[in-house]
């Protein structure tokens, strides 16, 4: 090599080490900036659930996350509970389940999702001790600027052990797969409307007394009017129904027994807070007669009141060529009208 080469190269050979120098610099300030935000991020994120807890307590509902922790680093950060235990003072109501994972990317903290280990056991002053296990139990969220806007829940092989009412035998309910999914409604004039989304892959209630009901999937899209603002922290359902009912649209509603048979519903209703309904409803069913026979073992005491509406549905609507029945079934204040006939009285739903 010529003395000109020579000192050409050692100007590159320089230039290079002070490039990778630079590199490495910069590398381990990112690293120990990521590491600084990411800590201050989790500190925060535990700041906001001992708030939370410290509100719930103060709410009359006591809240223990059992060794308490934040993990994560360095691209996700979450909350981890060895077990997680809650009580609700004025309800009586005491819940213990297991072990509680979440987690938000941590470059996308508004993508949020926990998972939950069984078992369940949850007891209540009026009726008793209910226990729950299962294989999984994720719920996912996605909240906005506006709040959120989306919640989902999803489980697989859920058991469910619940007392009867006068100290009857217990109900063992067993689900293979089930989801749910909750949003605002979009649009303007439904503001404070929201969308429930559900699908029960095969759900089945067997007493520890008895024969086992049988078996049959479910699944909904339906708007809940005037729910919005209500689902916040200790919502309860029966006193709002008790005291403002509820009303909102089916936009699609199936059952589907496992013995055979399909209904499917559409329509508007409404549930006054003495629990009468009152709907209209578009309603399709194939082999009503095997229908009839399901909603029958599934509720004893009512069989005569679906064969009645067996009756009046086989003689108002012809079948089509595919066997299915349309008709259009009114329900005003609880009286059961089918094309414009009273055939029943439905009970105050509570």
């Not at 001790?129 to 719920?139: C, E, G, I, K």
Request: a neutral charge; proline letters at 5%; one cysteine or more.
């Amino acid at each position: 090599m010529t003395a000109n080469a020579k000192q050409n190269a050692r100007p590159a050979k320089r230039r290079w080490t002070f490039r990778i120098a630079g590199l490495a610099v910069f590398l381990m300030a990112l690293g120990v900036g990521w590491y600084y935000a990411w800590t201050h991020g989790a500190r925060l994120l535990d700041n906001e659930v001992s708030a939370l807890i410290r509100n719930s307590n103060d709410a009359g509902r006591e809240i223990e996350c059992a060794n308490r922790r934040v993990e994560g680093f360095p691209f996700r950060v979450g909350i981890f509970c060895d077990t997680v235990s809650a009580y609700a003072v004025r309800d009586g109501i005491s819940i213990r389940t297991g072990a509680l994972r979440s987690a938000a990317q941590f470059y996308a903290p508004n993508s949020l999702i926990a998972e939950m280990d069984g078992p369940l056991t949850a007891s209540t002053q009026a009726n008793g001790l209910y226990t729950a296990d299962w294989a999984s139990m994720r719920a996912s969220a996605r909240v906005g600027f506006d709040g959120v806007n989306r919640i989902s829940f999803q489980t697989r092989q859920l058991v469910l052990n619940t007392p009867q009412p006068g100290n009857g035998p217990r109900l063992v309910a067993k689900l293979e797969g089930g989801e749910l999914h909750l949003r605002p409604t979009p649009g303007e004039k439904d503001a404070n409307a929201v969308d429930l989304a559900f699908l029960l892959e095969k759900l089945e209630f067997s007493p520890t007394e008895g024969l086992p009901l049988p078996a049959f999937a479910l699944s909904g899209d339906i708007r809940l009017d005037e729910m919005r603002e209500e689902l916040k922290p200790g919502f309860n359902l029966l006193d709002h129904l008790r005291a403002r009912g509820i009303s909102g649209e089916i936009r699609r509603a199936q059952i589907a027994p496992l013995d055979g048979g399909i209904v499917t519903l559409s329509g508007t209703f409404a549930i006054s807070p003495a629990g009468r309904l009152s709907t209209s409803l578009d309603v399709e069913s194939t082999d009503t007669h095997a229908i009839a026979d399901f909603l029958g073992r599934v509720m004893p005491g009512q069989a005569d009141l679906w064969q009645q509406i067996e009756q009046t549905i086989v003689l108002l609507a012809r079948a089509d060529s595919s066997g299915a029945r349309k008709l259009r079934i009114e329900i005003e204040n609880g009286i059961f009208l089918v094309g414009g006939f009273p055939v029943a009285e439905i009970p105050p739903l509570y």
